[in-house]
């Protein structure tokens, strides 16, 4: 999900069940945003004389362009309750752009 707010660009990821410091990569490579994110879960049960195993996994991609206007480096992004969110804000002055990797602030 993407919204516009005057000069903030918010991107919003439902992500239940991850651990963002582990399993959650947000990046900044060439004026895109970048978020990869990979879930693993397995339940195991055991009973009279039956065994149980379900295991979910899965792995995504997705990148967002970053408008030109905006400050890559004061990129923040916040993880609660299963959402990443990701705020992007417009300024007028614009330092040079390297890649580099966002934090995830767990609220």
């Given at each position: 999900e993407e919204t516009h707010d005057d000069d903030t660009i918010v991107v919003r990821a439902e992500l239940p069940g991850v651990n963002p410091e582990k399993d959650v990569v947000v990046e900044v490579v060439d004026n895109e945003l970048v978020i990869r994110a990979q879930r693993s879960e397995s339940h195991r049960?055991?009973?009279?004389?039956?065994?149980?195993s379900e295991i979910r996994y899965g792995s995504f991609i997705r990148s967002v362009p970053i408008p030109s206007d905006v400050d890559e480096s004061k990129i923040e992004a916040t993880y609660k309750d299963g959402m990443l969110e990701i705020r992007m804000h417009s300024t007028a002055e614009v330092p040079?752009?390297?890649?580099?990797?966002?934090?995830?602030?767990?609220?």
């Open positions: 049960s055991h009973g009279d004389h039956v065994y149980r040079e752009k390297e890649p580099h990797r966002v934090t995830i602030t767990r609220q």
